[in-house]
């Protein structure tokens, strides 16, 4: 059997159907199969498992965005705020993706608990709040914010673009923000991380 990008890009996307449709424990191989017209032995000549089939859906989805997340806290200017506006506009790009919207409901009706399952479940997170909070320590440090946990405020950020919209999307029942609507998710995101993580004022003395 010949492998080929277009075969294997093929089963990828059928997989993803057959899990939004029906969920991951109750999607088989050979439904996968029937919609590819791909028969089992080549499905498994791709993927080995269904679990492999889900890890590769989850890498896909995962890869360019937080890829893209990762290149704007490398390339990182002087300006904390301007940094953490273009930070944000790429996580929202990625998080309301229909594919990562999709595998959230997949994984969230339950993939089970292995863990590859475990990992599978991340999205990319662990990833995405290690390197935001390496970033955010440095601003720490060089006193452009208040001293405190670095990683407990990276996820504060990514909980403050999240949470006007993330159960609706979720739960499928209502969408996320619309093109207009993102940029006033993230200046208030914004806004509210910056005060709640402000350098403290120095405390004045009487002078003598």
């Not at 989850?58 to 390339?75: C, I, Q, Y």
């Not at 309301?96 to 990992?119: F, H, I, K, M």
């Not at 060089?142 to 999307?169: C, K, T």
């Amino acid at each position: 059997m010949k492998r080929t990008p277009e075969k294997r890009q093929a089963i990828l996307d059928a997989a993803a159907e057959e899990f939004r449709d029906k969920g991951y424990e109750r999607a088989s191989m050979s439904d996968i199969g029937l919609r590819t017209g791909f028969s089992k032995t080549t499905l498994y000549g791709y993927f080995g498992a269904k679990e492999a089939l889900l890890a590769a859906l989850v890498d896909e989805a995962t890869e360019n965005g937080v890829a893209a997340m990762l290149e704007v806290l490398a390339g990182a200017g002087p300006h904390l705020a301007v940094t953490l506006e273009r930070f944000a506009g790429r996580y929202l790009s990625y998080a309301l993706s229909p594919s990562v919207c999709s595998l959230r409901r997949v994984l969230a009706a339950g993939a089970g608990r292995s863990e590859l399952d475990l990992r599978c479940r991340d999205l990319g997170a662990a990833r995405i709040d290690a390197a935001l909070a390496g970033y955010l320590r440095a601003q720490m440090e060089a006193g452009a914010l208040r001293g405190g946990d670095a990683r407990g405020s990276a996820q504060q950020f990514r909980a403050l673009l999240e949470a006007s919209w993330f159960d609706r999307v979720l739960f499928d029942y209502g969408s996320g923000p619309g093109p207009g609507q993102v940029e006033e998710e993230i200046e208030f995101a914004l806004a509210a991380f910056l005060r709640a993580w402000a350098p403290a004022l120095p405390v004045a003395t009487d002078a003598s």
